[in-house]
């Protein structure tokens, strides 16, 4: 059975895109989404929980989160994880709700966002040049096995390469217009 596996290499190219996405969608753009509190987790009954585990997370306005607590016993631990979630909201507590003032980013906040966006985004080419690499090493071992000719081995190189740039292309896209959209150009 040959080593490599052209599906195995496309599903695991689009996981690094989606993987991106997905931390793309975390970073604050100045407008209210409830992606942001995506990473936040909770500490209640003794374990970390998501907190859209223990609370409603609605966006009903353009610059407000609101956060509706389950359980009055948790609203100060929801507080607390938004307070040390890191993303410089300050949350106010009305009775079981707390809402989520979405500030305006200061210009130096948005060249920070940006400059992550450009980390994350190298992460994910990293992720899809390694998955290219594996790719590749597959193909010599199957070459090698006698399983494939050495035509049929170049052939798979040039297509394990067009995945690779087409992936990369999608990345790069992704992370510009998340770059646009951050510092607003």
Same mark, same amino acid.
């Given at each position: 059975?040959? &080593?490599?596996?052209?599906?195995?290499?496309?599903?695991?190219?689009?996981?690094?895109?989606?993987?991106?996405?997905?931390?793309?969608?975390?970073?604050?753009?100045?407008? &209210?989404?409830? *992606?942001?509190?995506?990473?936040?987790?909770?500490?209640?009954?003794?374990?970390?929980?998501?907190? #859209?585990?223990?609370? @409603?997370?609605?966006?009903?306005?353009?610059?407000?989160?609101?956060?509706?607590?389950?359980?009055?016993?948790?609203? #100060?631990?929801? /507080?607390? *994880?938004?307070?040390?979630?890191?993303?410089?909201?300050?949350?106010? @507590?009305?009775?079981?709700?707390?809402?989520?003032?979405?500030?305006?980013?200061? /210009?130096? $906040?948005?060249?920070?966002?940006?400059?992550?966006?450009?980390?994350?985004?190298?992460?994910?080419?990293?992720?899809? $040049? #390694?998955?290219?690499?594996?790719?590749?090493?597959?193909?010599?071992?199957?070459?090698?096995?006698? /399983?494939?000719? /050495?035509?049929?081995?170049?052939?798979?190189?040039?297509?394990?390469?067009?995945?690779?740039?087409?992936?990369?292309?999608?990345?790069?896209?992704? &992370? &510009?217009?998340?770059?646009?959209?951050?510092?607003?150009?």
């Amino acid at each position: 059975m040959p &080593a490599y596996d052209k599906a195995d290499v496309q599903r695991r190219m689009a996981g690094s895109v989606d993987s991106l996405k997905s931390d793309l969608g975390g970073l604050r753009t100045g407008r &209210a989404s409830i *992606a942001l509190l995506d990473p936040i987790q909770v500490e209640v009954y003794g374990a970390k929980m998501p907190l #859209n585990q223990v609370a @409603t997370v609605s966006v009903p306005e353009p610059r407000m989160i609101s956060v509706q607590v389950w359980d009055r016993s948790n609203l #100060n631990a929801v /507080e607390k *994880a938004i307070r040390s979630g890191g993303l410089g909201i300050n949350p106010i @507590t009305d009775g079981q709700m707390i809402r989520l003032p979405i500030p305006d980013m200061t /210009e130096e $906040r948005r060249k920070e966002l940006a400059k992550l966006v450009s980390q994350y985004a190298e992460k994910a080419r990293i992720a899809v $040049r #390694n998955v290219r690499r594996d790719a590749m090493d597959a193909l010599k071992t199957d070459e090698k096995k006698k /399983e494939i000719s /050495e035509d049929e081995h170049k052939k798979l190189d040039t297509e394990v390469q067009k995945m690779t740039d087409d992936t990369i292309k999608e990345l790069d896209a992704a &992370a &510009a217009a998340k770059e646009k959209e951050i510092l607003g150009k």
